[in-house]
């Protein structure tokens, strides 16, 4: 447990893990001394971390320690959304939502629904006890899509599973495509390999419509319109057939359904992808040379993508970009969106999770980015029970999830029973009639594997909880016994979990306890030779069940929705802010004072005609709502698009909202992803601003 002990001071070091929604997975060294953390360092020696760490998470102590922790039960006293509660002690707590879920549970459990998502992506804090407690109830499921289920549907039905390079082996690259990523801010690790790589001689080139720090770093800027990335790798693949820059061998016995492919892209000369992406046909063109003439080649992809309406088609084509070059014949050349499925074979999730304690119960699944409309329905033969019962651990999703003015709606019901485990009163705790204080990271044991890299980790508690704070599986364990559910898998502690979360065949535990790491024992270079994870171990470009995969335009652009666009001309991302991560940290004082205040990032030329000049307060708004937010004009967005840096909480912003008032419930093309930048707007200052749309 300990990594090490300095008998001069007392001090002692563990090994941890950074618990955020990132793929970098940071390999943490945390100081300890007394009773208090003095540091929270990146370990030296772990391959991926090299000892750096983001500005976020170097100030984990500061927000663990934060004076607005929630430290003690609280039930509310005031209306929802107000914030308002008084302290009650954990047993009166605890036995009045047993009592309430008892209540409910007996006419339907199903009118129960836990809400959750990656506030930790532990192994034991996050889907342990949780999920074992909602299996055993025969509560709804939540379909856990906010994030990357359309990418993660293109992988599995192009490589078999989550599958793709090792980040490490980005620094031997030549040529390197960084599309949809910002990674300086969000990839920080990734970067210093990419680094590495530039300073070696290779090409880097963002693909991204927005001018981020990453784009400022690339030898090239691919500004394309938002979602129209399917469109472009079509194009690529045009050029790179038309002047056979193409592995005829790799194609012919590593890919399924190619010729079907060749024909669809012969269908995207330059010209055609250029007028929908808003770019130049020479860009395209030059880009294909070298995508098909450098070697090794290497695409960093990353979740931006598929946050649209053909988020998984426009996955499925770019995973085969690199089988067309033979790409994935070298250790450096392929492509990475994620590695989680590395994992899969190893991580025991059903003896975490216990689904056989469903028994022959078959309960309704709920998607998480339609809670807005699913909390506002009604019982019906088609969705089922009314949700009555709403318990939230690891999200937030009043200020997280799509059409917020929806989701605020639904969390208001007086009817609706809410729980919330949580670290602060966040949007979503202010709606709570409980809020259970919940450990952070410095205070549980964890296990922890990547979807950036292929090392599982351990985070050992630095100090002991705070207050009268517990661990999300001692909650689960405390209700459990108070519903009277008496199987013995309820008693499992938290190292009886750990032990559990991975196949010691693959990962010793005792190992990981005392390195801190494990590194999955995987080939360099894994698809050289095909052998994906498919049942041929062929790539799929006509995959079973879906077809050949083809550009699927957003649903709200100016080619498909024109008349929408007549009167919310701009298309809207969101990408995160450098010192947040989701809507986690917007609360730590000195991250926020980076940060500022919401930003609009707005092209001259779009801010001109509108009376925008920089640093102009300004509503952005469409028919689901509006928000209020800083113009910054500059370069950082391109024409025809608004870039709003989010996710701030609703109740630390100007307007009382946040960007996400704007964003829409629709689903992606498969997966049932959310299509955050799909999404049209206008924008005007403030000053002139009328009723919110």
Request: proline content about 6%.
């Amino acid at each position: 447990m300990i990594a090490a002990m300095d008998a001069s001071t007392g001090s002692r070091t563990v090994h941890a893990a950074c618990p955020h929604d990132c793929p970098d997975t940071c390999a943490l060294q945390v100081t300890v001394q007394g009773g208090e953390v003095l540091r929270v360092a990146g370990a030296a020696d772990h391959p991926t971390t090299h000892g750096a760490l983001c500005t976020k998470v170097a100030r984990y102590a500061e927000r663990s320690c934060h004076p607005e922790r929630v430290l003690q039960p609280l039930r509310r006293i005031g209306p929802k959304g107000a914030g308002r509660f008084e302290p009650v002690g954990w047993d009166d707590a605890l036995d009045a939502i047993a009592a309430r879920l008892r209540t409910i549970a007996a006419r339907d459990p199903q009118a129960i629904l836990p809400y959750s998502y990656a506030g930790t992506m532990g192994l034991v804090q996050g889907e342990s006890m949780a999920a074992r407690f909602f299996h055993r109830l025969g509560a709804s499921l939540l379909d856990r899509t906010i994030c990357s289920t359309a990418g993660g549907a293109a992988l599995a039905a192009t490589y078999g599973a989550k599958v793709g390079m090792h980040v490490e082996h980005f620094a031997d690259s030549r040529l390197i495509l960084i599309w949809g990523s910002n990674s300086i801010g969000s990839n920080l690790h990734f970067w210093s390999f990419a680094q590495a790589a530039k300073r070696a001689g290779a090409k880097l080139v963002c693909i991204d419509p927005r001018r981020t720090e990453t784009a400022d770093k690339c030898h090239e800027h691919v500004a394309l319109l938002p979602g129209t990335d399917g469109a472009l790798a079509l194009a690529l693949m045009h050029e790179l057939i038309v002047h056979d820059r193409l592995d005829h061998d790799y194609l012919a016995r590593h890919v399924a359904g190619w010729v079907g492919l060749r024909e669809r892209a012969l269908l995207w000369p330059p010209e055609r992808a250029a007028a929908v992406c808003g770019i130049d046909a020479a860009q395209i063109r030059a880009l294909a040379h070298d995508y098909g003439s450098i070697r090794p080649a290497a695409i960093r992809l990353n979740y931006g993508v598929q946050r649209a309406h053909g988020g998984c088609n426009t996955v499925r084509l770019i995973a085969l970009l690199p089988c067309l070059v033979g790409a994935w014949r070298h250790r450096a050349g392929g492509m990475l969106l994620s590695s989680s499925g590395w994992f899969a074979p190893v991580r025991n999730d059903a003896a975490l999770q216990r689904p056989d304690l469903l028994g022959a119960r078959r309960p309704r699944t709920v998607n998480m980015v339609t809670i807005g409309d699913d909390l506002l329905r009604e019982a019906s033969a088609d969705f089922g029970p009314r949700i009555e019962a709403l318990v939230v651990y690891n999200s937030n999703p009043v200020a997280v999830a799509p059409d917020g003015r929806r989701v605020r709606a639904g969390f208001a019901r007086d009817d609706l029973f809410t729980v919330v485990l949580e670290h602060f009163l966040t949007d979503t705790a202010d709606h709570a009639d409980y809020v259970l204080p919940a450990t952070t990271q410095l205070e549980h044991l964890d296990v922890h594997t990547s979807y950036g890299h292929t090392y599982a980790l351990i985070n050992e508690p630095a100090i002991a909880p705070l207050g009268q704070a517990r661990p999300n599986t001692q909650i689960f364990r405390d209700l459990a016994a108070r519903m009277g559910f008496g199987e013995p898998c309820f008693g499992d502690d938290d190292e009886t979990l750990a032990r559990a979360a991975l196949d010691p065949a693959a990962v010793d535990f005792d190992t990981l306890r005392r390195v801190g790491w494990v590194k999955l024992a995987l080939p360099d270079a894994p698809f050289a030779d095909g052998g994906f994870p498919t049942p041929d171990g062929r790539a799929r470009a006509d995959a079973p069940g879906l077809g050949l995969p083809d550009f699927v335009p957003n649903h709200e652009s100016v080619q498909s929705a024109p008349a929408l666009a007549r009167r919310f001309p701009l298309a809207m991302i969101s990408p995160p802010p450098r010192n947040f991560l989701n809507s986690t940290f917007v609360n730590v004082r000195s991250l926020r004072a980076i940060e500022g205040e919401p930003m609009l990032e707005i092209h001259a030329d779009d801010a001109a005609p509108r009376g925008i000049a920089d640093g102009t307060m300004v509503r952005v708004f469409n028919d689901r709502g509006s928000t209020a937010c800083r113009a910054r004009v500059g370069n950082r967005a391109r024409t025809g698009v608004v870039n709003a840096l989010g996710v701030w909480w609703r109740k630390l912003s100007p307007a009382g909202s946040n960007i996400n008032e704007l964003t829409s419930q629709r689903l992606t093309d498969v997966g049932g992803g959310p299509v955050f930048y799909d999404c049209l707007v206008q924008v005007e200052p403030a000053a002139a601003a009328a009723e919110p749309g």
